[in-house]
């Protein structure tokens, strides 16, 4: 089984979502943004990590 994705970013020039999985089961493993864009070999991306809510939604009080 995969592990669920961590880490999301979209390309500014052509919006195609490019995702990453860290399982964090190594500290040393971090995701690095893409180096260009698979479907139009842009370099401009936005986005990082991806907070995973709960089934009550997010609570600004807890700290994850």
């Not at 180096?35 to 089934?55: A, D, Q, R, V």
């Given at each position: 089984?995969?592990?669920?994705?961590?880490?999301?970013?979209?390309?500014?020039?052509?919006?195609?979502?490019?995702s990453?999985?860290?399982?964090?089961?190594?500290?040393?493993?971090?995701?690095?943004?893409?180096?260009?864009?698979?479907?139009?070999?842009?370099?401009?991306?936005?986005?990082?990590?991806?907070?995973?809510?709960?089934?009550?939604?997010?609570?600004?009080?807890?700290?994850?």
């Amino acid at each position: 089984m995969l592990p669920p994705l961590t880490h999301r970013w979209t390309c500014q020039d052509c919006g195609e979502e490019i995702s990453a999985a860290i399982d964090g089961s190594d500290p040393h493993q971090v995701a690095v943004p893409p180096s260009e864009c698979p479907k139009c070999h842009g370099k401009n991306f936005e986005g990082g990590s991806i907070m995973h809510k709960g089934p009550e939604g997010e609570n600004p009080f807890i700290k994850y």
